[in-house]
């Protein structure tokens, strides 16, 4: 269900930058459909083995639309709907082709079950082509931007990381999804209340967590 769709039927959170930032593409229809259903099983295959992987990104990357975003974000806004984009996991899609990336020393916090699949996962993005990594890296940067735009005009931002996604190691990718949002634009403070007072009003909590205030 395509984000615009969903907002009217009342959903409550939008999780993944990538689900926005397609939105915000005028992609053709037979693209995405291909890409979600002629193939589910192959859908992060290499690219050699499904070129439709290829194309759906390079026209997501060339296609953006932010006017497109900005309306979307306002209808976000005035239904309160929360934003939680999870930028890590497209810092993944970008670095998964260098070997410094993959190796690094908190792999030595994962069992060795799920550093096969990680691997593995991190193998079908390095063997991408040239052109199709750098429209990931596009897709990237259109996500950071429309983080920043979401924040400015009013959309609710959560911080997550979606761990333990391939490479997203529990408990440091959280921190490190706080340090992306504040480079995608948002001040610190901001930062900090998405990663409290804004979770705790969420989950309807907030009168016991999210933040500080004067005991009785």
């Known amino acids: 269900v395509p984000v615009g769709e969903a907002l009217p039927l009342g959903q409550a959170a939008i999780e993944h930058a990538q689900s926005p930032t397609w939105a915000c593409a005028p992609t053709p229809d037979r693209a995405r459909r291909d890409y979600y259903l002629a193939e589910p099983h192959r859908r992060f295959e290499a690219n050699l083995?499904?070129?439709?992987?290829?194309?759906?990104?390079a026209d997501v990357a060339e296609l953006y639309d932010r006017e497109t975003c900005l309306a979307l974000m306002?209808?976000?806004?005035d239904r309160d709907v929360r934003y939680v984009p999870t930028l890590v996991t497209r810092r993944f899609d970008v670095l998964a082709a260098f070997r410094e990336y993959r190796e690094d020393p908190l792999m030595a916090y994962i069992d060795a079950d799920a550093q096969k699949g990680w691997r593995a996962d991190a193998a079908n993005y390095a063997s991408l082509d040239p052109a199709s990594r750098v429209a990931l890296y596009r897709v990237?940067?259109?996500?950071?931007a429309l983080t920043a735009?979401?924040?400015r005009i009013g959309v609710p931002v959560l911080v997550g990381s979606d761990s333990p996604d391939s490479?997203?190691?529990p408990g440091f990718s959280y921190h490190l999804e706080m340090e992306m949002l504040a480079e995608?634009?948002?001040p610190p403070l901001a930062v900090l209340r998405a990663a409290t007072w804004e979770a705790a009003r969420f989950?309807?909590?907030?009168?016991?967590?999210g933040s500080n205030a004067p005991g009785p």
């Not at 989950?203 to 967590?209: H, L, M, N, Q």
Request: no cysteine.
């Open 49 to 57: 083995a499904y070129p439709g992987f290829a194309k759906f990104t």
């Open 74 to 77: 306002k209808s976000m806004a």
């Open 140 to 144: 990237l940067l259109h996500a950071m």
């Open 149 to 151: 735009d979401a924040y």
């Open 167 to 169: 490479y997203v190691f």
């Open 184 to 186: 995608a634009g948002m």
């Open 203 to 209: 989950a309807k909590e907030e009168k016991g967590y």
